[in-house]
């Protein structure tokens, strides 16, 4: 059974909207490069977590092709762009994973792959620690917090103690130890309707509690605000947290945070190949702006430099507080 999808989902309702929030501190939102091209490979994943943006599960089917693939690694050669994000779903269950991946290395192509650390338990994926220093992957994982209850009430019971064993596995070939030049991020998102502290204290608070209990040891952490779209957005009227979880973002909107957002100099790619300004207007399918091309195959690095970025009330999201990328706060 495929999830409802966005478009049956309204929009969160805000007092004001973005773009006139925007306006009343003089600002715009515009494209100033694409030096990142974040696929998102699928809506396939071996987990179902609470707070899932795409709604990916293990029953969802969308995998990207070879072709799409192709044509991202068209893009990405004849542009020189520096950076692949891979995101799902679970990337690593896509058949043409490591085809992606490898291709892109020869390119020389800096690869980051967005990694939930239980599916390296997955049957033939037993090896995606070293697949990942092989190649030199830059590995993002998600881990909720430093203690199992947090932790599974997000992801699921028994997650936590998984993902310890994943990221042991990860410190065994190199990552997350400065020596080796493997880099091993993790994210951390609140479980609950408020924002994220302070990136750079609990940074601290896991390398310290993640070394001490478990002999675990990364590089950085990145806090990311839980975006008000997909299954979060349910848990917010279930629970009856969805006006005022709103209304915290557009108090916490921070101006400063507008020139760091992430769809300033990322493009996002799904399955199929449409075009999105992030990944979280993907999943509200809400394509880049059409004085610009739709798909991967009409990509054009003139056309995309400059472009207005398209957005709806769920961007209070990366705008509050110190603000919220896939790469942490922006401010």
């Known amino acids: ?29 515009k494209a100033i490069a694409v030096e990142i091209l974040q696929v998102n490979v699928g809506k396939l994943c071996n987990q179902a977590c609470k707070h899932c943006h795409v709604d990916a599960s293990p029953k969802r089917t969308e995998i990207m092709q070879r072709e799409t693939i192709d044509a991202c690694l068209k893009v990405l050669r ?24 490898t291709e892109a290395r020869k390119m020389g192509t800096n690869v980051m792959v967005r990694h939930n650390l239980t599916v390296m338990f997955e049957e033939g994926r037993e090896d995606l620690a070293e697949f990942f220093a092989e190649n030199e992957v830059e590995v993002v994982c998600s881990l909720p917090y430093f203690m199992q209850q947090q932790t599974d009430a997000q992801r699921g019971k028994g997650v936590f103690d998984k993902s310890v064993e994943a990221l042991k596995k990860l410190n065994t070939v190199g990552y997350g130890k400065d020596e080796s030049g493997l880099i091993l991020n993790l994210v951390y998102n609140p479980v609950g309707a408020f924002l994220p502290p302070e990136q750079s204290a609990i940074e601290a608070d896991f390398k310290r509690e993640l070394k001490n209990r478990y002999d675990i040891v990364f590089n950085n952490l990145y806090t990311i605000t839980n975006m008000p779209i997909a299954r979060y957005l349910d848990w917010l009227r279930r629970s009856g947290n969805e006006k005022s979880y709103m209304q915290k973002l557009v108090n916490a909107f921070n101006p400063t945070t507008v020139d760091g957002l992430m769809c300033r100099n990322t493009l996002s790619v799904d399955w199929l190949g449409n075009l999105y300004d992030c990944d979280f207007n993907q999943m509200l399918e809400i394509p880049v702006s059409l004085e610009v091309g739709q798909t991967i195959q009409d990509f054009n690095p003139e056309t995309f430099f400059g472009r207005e970025i398209m957005t709806n009330s769920h961007c209070f999201g990366c705008t509050a507080g110190s603000g919220s990328s896939c790469g942490g706060t922006v401010a």
């Open 1 to 29: 059974m495929i999830p409802k999808t966005e478009k049956t989902r309204p929009f969160p309702q805000t007092t004001i909207s973005f773009d006139k929030k925007l306006r009343e501190n003089d600002l715009s939102l």
């Open 78 to 101: 004849e542009h020189k762009i520096p950076t692949l994000d891979m995101t799902g779903g679970a990337p690593e269950m896509i058949p043409d994973f490591r085809y992606f991946v």
